[in-house]
Every structure is written in structure tokens, then in C-alpha cells.
């Protein structure tokens, strides 16, 4: 089985070293860079017995020039800059390349010696949990045993009451998945606004995950979660409606994961696939970062992320791939985002976005 590992990082992968000990897969490393040739060489001693590649600035627009020509510039322009969704590319570079399972880590998550065997485990073993909620949204929380009696929520939880009342029906399940999302030991995945409220001005806060109740969660139709990108899996078919969306754009940023996992899963629903969530569990060594500047990027954001989810439930689908789903939901976006979006920017704001979905399309298109 052919397995990519797409990594944002501008920093040492320290984080990957038990990746060394996982070689019953065909494994390689993408590493989503800033092009620092430093940080390359200590990379490379660190990855020197996995096959890896770096895709900076400069590489990826040599990667589109050599598909795309003189057009090269509008599809670079998807790619945003000097973000966590510059991610997007690597998924580009797994699907061209024919990856079966692509894996999204985060260079502060650090991974265990089964890392790459329990997400394809979760992915295809089908024996698992659904949950249901008529509010339509899960709390990933509520699966990690945590070191306070508090309800807390995961970064990109909608904060309306109707969505955090947490009343769920469990059923014994049997169905693969075409995304998996890991979970964590240490830091969970939080927003600005609890770090804060918790007291962590240096973006971190006493609030720890202790490991996980549930090894295989998944969300029932029209159920929404926080898809966090920070430990996730997911099959190559998806990626055409995979694309991390254009951050660090009006404003907006660290939205890319939670509104690309709203839309990936309302397209998942409408075909008949599953996405799971619980192992493996990875150890989350924050670094410290200015909580401040993660709020900013938030705040602008936190009143769409209010209405994504249910602009997202009104679209309407009739067609059978994920490519096709995807132009389906751009369409619907401008059709139903008048309806939700009352300020003249946030509608400019998706029309951008729908912009470059559809260019994405064209990329995916391109490469297939």
C-alpha cells in the first residue's frame, strides 16, 4: 500500500522519528515548506532512512509551470502562502502520485511506532461507533478523558447553544471510512478564545488529554464535527473535495481544516461514505505561540463559522463523484450564502473562495 505523508512545517521533524520502525508500507514524506535550506539539512539527517521530498515556495511553481504552462500563475494562486493550508499542495502532489492513503501530521504531533498502521486500521477495519445527534453536531471532546470536569469544545465548534447540548444516540456500527481522524494525548485542539479563558497566554492552557474512550467514532448522516488536519487519514478519491480552502485571506485564517471537514463530510453523507474518528492517539507537544495572534486570525472567521455548517446542509447534490459533489457545493454556496452571509465582505469573501474551489476542480482534472 502506497502511503504519503504530507507535512506543513517550517520546523526540525523531530516529531517523526517513529516513522523509521513503519516500513511494511511504501512510505514517503512530503514536507510543505518555506524552502529554509537549513532546516532542509537537518530534516534530511532526520528522515534519512524515509524517502521524502520538499515543496517550497519555488518548487511548487515549478510543479505548476511543468503542468500548466504560460497558464501556470491562476492555478499557483490557489495555493495560499505562508499558512497551515499550504497543505492543499501536498495533497495535489499524493493524488498525482497515485498514493492510496494520505496523512496529514502536524510537526508538533508527535507519533507512535503503530502510527501509520492504526489509521489505515481505522480507515478499512469497519467494526466501530455511530453517534447521532438531531442538534447536528459532535463534540470531539467528549471522546478524550480530560483533566477537568469543564465542557470543552474543539477549535471550530460552533458556539450556539443548540450545537454544544451534547445529546447523543449510540449505535454499533460496520463501515469503512474515507477519512480518519486521530486524536491526541497532551494538548488538544483548541481555539483562541478557551486558551484564553483558561489562561494560557503563551497559547497553551492547563487543559490536557489523557487518552481516548473510543477507538473508531463515526458521526452519523448530517452529524458535523471538528475536522482538526492536525492526525488525519484519508483515501485518495476524496481529495478532489479535499481542498483546505484559501486562508490567511481578508483576514481570515485558521479555518481551513474545520471548513474543508464541514464540506467533506455533507458531500461523504450524500454519497454513502463514512468519515471515523479516534486512533490513533498522538502525543500534541504545543509550542508556545502568541495566543493573540491566533485570535485575531479567529475572530474574523467565528461568525461564518456560525452558518458554514448549515449553508453546507441546504446544498443540494445529484451527482455521483466527489469531483462533481464539489462543483455542486460551490454552486449551492452562492446560491443558499446570501441567505446566512449579511455583510457585503463575507460574501466577497466565498466568492473568492468558490473561485479557487473551482479552479481546483481544474487542477484535479489536469493531473488525473
Known sequence: MKVYIIVPSINPLVNLRNLVNQSDNCLKIIVVDEGNG?????NDKLLSKIPHEYYG????????????????GKYLAVIPEKCHAETSFGFLKAYEDNADVIIEIDDDVHVSETFVR??????FNPRGVSVNTEEGWYNTMENLYLNTNHKIFPRGHPYDLSCRREKYAWTDIDKTTVLNMGLWKGHPD?????ILHHGGLDGRCG????GCKRKRVIPDFKTYFALCSMNTSFLRKIVPSYYQLYMNHMNVD????IWSGVFLKRIADHLGDGLSIGKPLCTH?????NVFKDLEKEIMGL???EVIWKISSECEFYSKTYADCYLELCDSIEKFGGKWLRKPWQLKFWKDQTEKMRRWIDIIDQIS
Open 190 to 194: 483548541l481555539d483562541a478564545i478557551t
Open 118 to 123: 492504526e489509521h489505515i486500521d481505522n480507515l
Open 285 to 289: 507537544a504545543k509550542r508556545e505561540r
Open 57 to 72: 515556495p519555488k518548487e511548487r511553481e515549478r510543479w505548476f509551470k511543468d503542468r500548466f504552462g504560460t497558464r501556470y
Open 254 to 257: 485558521r479555518f481551513d481544516d
Open 38 to 42: 537549513d532546516i532542509r539539512k537537518l
Open 303 to 305: 461568525e461564518m463559522n
Open 207 to 210: 487543559i490536557q488529554s489523557q
